[in-house]
């Protein structure tokens, strides 16, 4: 049984954790740490665990984590920075579902987040959590950055095309979000009567998801992408749909859905659709899978991926114990195998 | 292994009893019908289903349904009373979700669904099924009438006073039910544009769920219990809240949580609050579970009782599989150990 | 052409005054205060307003506000009790949405409050802004307590048989509300990830409204009504929907939908629907309006009266403009002649 | 006061048609038709629109609607093909809210309505009712053909920049909109249970608003555009927002915010907002405007633009007043100065 400690349990991404660990066969969570929930049962704050875990929050104790085989951080940007590596230092490995390691260039990291990288000598240690295109090395990991939520949904829309070389090195990918990426903060924007029965876009200018996105992107086409990030955010709890735009380079014409399908087929979380589908985020609400559709509108040289992810699973927590099926040589699906929840 | 069949699979308890089912250890759906959709891949239909099942839609037929261990009904009422005879006479077990079996007398039940009963010689056989009240009869059925989703909600909520005798024989129930209750139907009021950002009362002057509840209530009463139910649409997809008012008999002064917390200990199902709490229909999304709180306004007479279920799974479902689990001699829970997603 | 003040404009309530008076004949914003947003433009703000409003938020200035005709307060409690006295002394009345002055009883005020009461010695003058039942004093008066939200549902809903003698003197109101009610503070329990797809009631063991409707409930019956009231959070912006519950005395048999339309058949603002019909909050989306439907279940002894406003409208800013109108003499609907948005 | 008449007006046009008609300082409706219907008050089949109308529903009649001075069509496609006609002969002036009049290419009509175009004798008759690119010509026109919502939205972001000539001839145009897109009929794809909570593509390789929005967006940059439309449903009744993204040619460097400020003006009904503004649909909300903000991320040469309308008013019932008020000569905005309901 892998001890399981969670750094920051009290927001969206830790009861998710909480959540889908409860399922899992072989993981348990020991300690979980709030400052400001000390003392709190987890059940207590969050009802749907009742009669699930028995767990208090404690205040963060390095002793307590590093007793654990694994810790996830599940905190603001900022906390791993300060935490992981006494972790680290003692034996346990760290998953990090914050940004704190998701940028390889910490000056870069430091213009975005607007302060300087707090542990830029744990970089070279971080790997990029993004099992579809890292799993050998997330294997041998000691530390691992969960990717944020937009950018897996374009990674794994984008990827391919790039790979193959398809396309003009040129993206566009207007994003689409439930209000549970903002996190559960008592933000004024984040209100049930400023976001419901609305839609808008945000951080058009510049969303500190975009250099992330770009990084990889750059990784997995072997040059620099041209990147269009528009996030918008939409009246609901749950759910990802990244729309992605591309050009095919001229003289291609290659079997798009096959493309992908053979891509993807050993992925146990990526599904690609049946040629002339649009996959709904409902389709994954609660479960840890990515499920994209292609299309080439009248058959033109543009290309359009839709895809489709829960932010909080695929897009943190579930990719997070994903990531830790991996490096403890579990099943890579251990309780992830759920169904999503629909209607 | 138990074999599963499933009539009328294409609604929305019929997709939910296959996102149950596909976690049940021991149990496998191996038919299910669907006339306007037959040679239809389940998972074409509901995607969500995708990598779960490789089922397609049959036309109904009793040979296939009969080799199997149990049959489900998730049909409009009337489809069970045609069918049920001939799958039951061949030796296979049957748990109808629809109104058919719910109701003992058949004139009632004619009166209130506008049409002959269709089998009342199988009235006899059929068990009411509530667990939390008629488990050891559930154990030796070979035909289950799984409670409506209000019902279920009230009786659960009311049945504790009623039985021990604390309060004046009557009550108010006062529900808020999601617009998932309304099926899958394509009717204008069910329409997002027609129910979301609204609250309504219907069927305030009578609602079929009335003379079910009623039936049960006397029932757990042993007297006649004067009822007034009034249910509400709620813009939202799932969940029921139960609002029960009742005046306790005077010179009485139990204990009710007390009262509740015994009454509910051994139920793996059912889940009382802390005193003080407010149950949110949230907590029970897409699992097996009533959570319920008591309270007396200004230590008053009058008792108020909040209950909370997924009218998908407890009050459907979720409620069909746990009498499976007890016809069969499983784990009760068997299947059925889901945190509820929140948010 | 009357010249308007707000103190507090930047809640939901404020924004409500600025929306219906940009369409007003005649009456003209000149002020609008808030401490933490003085300087900004309220088309800022609020960007439904450009186009409408040139006006910026300025600090609190007693003597700008009483060069106003009237100064409406859309202030948190307290704000009125400290102003509204210089404010009246120079000659300028004062409508105050808050709960400064609804309450009679400074003692029992400041038991539900949690301080004490700030401004007792203005009680006399204060006159309870239903017009349905104060429209007279309402003419003459210098200082009005706007009525709540739930107070104004639950009282159109309930007098009229309280006054006309016909019920058990003992109410249950059933009350459920779009999370408007709880203001545009940042808090938790008001995100969208919070309360959307998600039914709660809260306060169910006592709720500050419950004192000001029974206060205006026992003045309609001439006598003490024993009350129940159960809010409860619907997953909506706008709206209240009340389902008030009572029991005809023996011997009753009066045409509860003939009393009710003689009722309110003067009435510009309380629409008594036909026999029958189950009134959606939606109807009222953005309107000044109540709409209430009778309902004797069964044909027994038992009242439902259902009843929906928009909270921030009849249940506050429209009540508020309504007031206004009648203590100037103008047509008591002018500026407040909408039709609802549907869908 | 002009005398309207309605075909077709049970759906959410035709009720929104009717809402803001009454409050019209010069028009009036006299005939409202409705086959299925006929009989019906229309304030019981809207209960927002008691008090504020009388009429019923009526067959319709060629000599009742030409009675009037103005008829609009809020009907499915195909109608106003069988009925316009006969209208107009007898001198009443037409506005069609439906696709009949919209393509200006009866052949490439019939192509994306799968049937023959049902009236090419009137097309040449037909102006294309966008006020900010056809005002003259509608000043004098007997049938308008009122845009589509997605056209509106998209042409009024794009237009500025095709017409200066500032971009590539290529436009990326991702659309997001509420369900009341789809009309009040009784789909199972509209329902609140498939919609809610859910954000999905659909039409991504053609959906018939493409023809329309490319022939204007041709027309206006005067030679053709290659369009890249894909439609998304949001989980919310009313509201579009469009996201354009664009090219500019190398050497541009015009300041768009001046270049869009300056081209709307003196438009009632198109607001450029201040740099660096994400609109939000709920800002629009009931209103006939459409808001518009300028991005061009990291300084690159890609332009996006967002825009945001109201679907039901400015993306159809209020354009076609817009439309009315300038044929008959009267204030442009009579009669749609509301302000947009937020929250």
């Keep these: 049984m892998i001890k399981v400690g969670i750094v920051g349990g009290t927001g969206y991404t830790g009861v998710e954790l909480l959540r889908l660990l409860a399922q899992h066969p072989d993981a348990q969570v020991e300690v979980i740490t709030s400052r400001s929930e000390a003392g709190v049962a987890v059940a207590d704050m969050y009802p749907n665990l009742r009669g699930h875990y028995d767990l208090e929050f404690t205040v963060p104790d390095t002793d307590a984590l590093a007793a654990c085989d694994v810790v996830f951080f599940a905190t603001p940007h900022g906390v791993a920075h300060s935490l992981a590596g006494d972790i680290l230092a003692r034996g346990c490995r760290v998953i990090d579902l914050s940004a704190d390691f998701r940028i390889r260039d910490p000056e870069l990291w430091a213009e975005w987040y607007g302060q300087p990288h707090g542990a830029p000598a744990l970089l070279n240690d971080a790997v990029y959590g993004l099992p579809e295109t890292q799993r ?12 944020g939520c937009y950018p897996t949904a374009v990674q ?33 924007g984040s209100l049930l009567c400023e976001t419901s029965e609305s839609v808008m876009a945000y951080g058009a200018s510049g969303h500190r998801h975009l250099p992330e996105i770009s990084q990889e992107l750059n990784r997995g086409a072997g040059k620099d992408v041209a990147l269009t990030f528009v996030p918008h955010l939409m009246p609901m709890i749950r759910g990802i749909h990244a729309t992605i735009y591309a050009d095919l380079l001229e003289g291609q014409n290659v079997d798009l859905q096959t493309l992908y399908e053979n891509c993807y087929k050993d992925e146990p979380f990526v599904d690609v659709m049946p040629a002339g589908s649009h996959p709904a985020t409902r389709s994954v609400r609660g479960v840890n899978m990515c499920r994209i559709s292609l299309h080439r509108p009248q058959n033109g040289n543009k ?3 839709l895809s489709v992810i829960d932010n909080l699973v695929k897009g943190a927590s579930g990719q997070a114990i994903q990531n830790m099926n991996i490096m403890f040589g579990l099943e890579e699906n251990a309780g992830l195998n759920q169904v999503g929840l629909m209607p």
């Design 136 to 147: 050998e090395q997330i294997k041998s990991a000691r530390l691992i950055a969960v990717p």
């Design 156 to 188: 794994l829309a984008a990827l391919p095309l790039l790979e193959a070389g398809l396309i003009r090195p040129e993206i566009v990918a207007d994003c689409k979000s439930g209000v549970s990426g903002a996190g559960r903060g008592a933000k004024v």
């Design 303 to 305: 290309v359009v991926v």
